[in-house]
């Protein structure tokens, strides 16, 4: 009997140890202070999600199957950060300028690498971009994550001649990326207008002498009437108007002036002004001024878009003409009244 309660109670005694293990003891060996050695992540295949990943100091980036020989891989050191990428993968996109340099670029060793081994690409671009990138690559698909500027990932775009449009990128807030887009239009667009429009307008006022000119845009269908007898006072005759409807819309954005007013001060004009103002279109009334007996001519106006450049060079240069007083001295003749030589009165002009 006794014996019967002995068992019983040791088995308590064992599943009371399983339950509740005794802590061992740390020894110094697992004290370590050895720092712990950096951890590789591995991008997963196109297709699946990794937007809550962090980057540590080196990053494997997926490769092809394919992709099993050493000789294929490349590591590519951006800001820091070292990406293990397929050569492969990089040469599958020959147009951008990382399928460049390593497609027939390297094999002409046009495209070196440092002491390691390592290529040094895109600086002052960060990982995080970098990343995005490289989706591209993988997916032909970028997506921007909200906390990457789309600016900052179109330059990135335009630095690796990556297409930037929305094939390529997908983002959420579209006001941005419509905005970047429209940008890329609007500069399309104005260097179009500067060859058709805006160079034989000004080839007209250079060949007159001018070294100025002042363009008025205007609708197709605007119709404007002057009086022969009473033109509005405007200075007309130094004013080129350029009919197209197409540009009248296009000026009336502000951000598309900016983009213009940037095209022509990069192609070295100066004194650039765009803006909308009122254009005479035909006369409406005549009226004598009150307590005199000039006319006064009243024209119907109309807001259009305008544009205004010049090419001179010395415009910094004073265009008053500075008249210099000559100081002489007048010699009287020795017989004259007084018998002497008067130097000390003096003349000026």
Not at 195 to 216: D, F, L, N, Q
Request: glycine letters at 6%; aromatic letters at 8%.
């Amino acid at each position: 009997m006794a014996t019967g309660q002995d068992d019983e109670v040791a088995s308590i005694f064992s599943a009371t140890l399983r339950a509740s293990p005794v802590p061992i003891l740390k020894t110094s060996q697992s004290r370590s202070t050895s720092p712990k050695p950096k951890k590789k992540i591995e991008l997963p295949p196109a297709g699946e999600e990794n937007a809550d990943r962090r980057f540590d100091d080196e990053i494997i980036v997926c490769t092809p199957k394919s992709a099993t020989n050493m000789t294929d891989k490349l590591n590519l050191i951006v800001d820091g950060t070292k990406f293990v990428v397929s050569r492969s993968l990089l040469v599958s996109k020959p147009n951008t300028m990382l399928g460049r340099m390593f497609g027939s670029a390297l094999d002409s060793k046009v495209t070196k690498s440092n002491s390691r081994g390592d290529f040094e690409v895109a600086r002052g671009i960060g990982t995080t971009i970098f990343k995005v990138l490289l989706e591209y690559y993988k997916c032909g698909v970028m997506t921007c994550p909200s906390h990457v500027s789309v600016t900052d990932l179109k330059e990135a775009c335009e630095y690796f001649l990556i297409p930037f449009h929305t094939e390529t990128v997908k983002c959420y807030d579209l006001r941005v990326l419509m905005h970047e887009l429209s940008n890329d239009g609007a500069r399309a667009v104005f260097d179009a207008f500067v060859e058709s429009g805006v160079i034989p307008a000004m080839t007209k006022s250079a060949e007159g002498g001018e070294r100025e000119c002042h363009i008025v845009v205007l609708l197709d269908d605007d119709v404007v009437n002057w009086d022969a007898d009473h033109p509005p006072m405007m200075g007309e005759e130094y004013v080129e108007i350029i009919r197209n409807t197409r540009m009248v819309r296009f000026l009336k954005y502000v951000e598309n002036r900016d983009v213009a007013k940037q095209i022509l001060k990069d192609r070295g004009l100066k004194k650039i002004r765009l803006g909308i103002e009122g254009y005479p279109t035909h006369m409406e009334k005549i009226r004598t001024r009150p307590n005199s007996d000039r006319l006064e001519v009243i024209y119907n106006y109309i807001q259009r878009p305008f544009v205004r450049m010049s090419w001179e060079k010395e415009e910094g240069k004073s265009r008053h003409v500075d008249f210099q007083c000559v100081k002489f001295k007048a010699e009287v003749p020795p017989d004259a009244e007084g018998g002497a030589l008067l130097s000390d009165h003096e003349f000026w002009d």
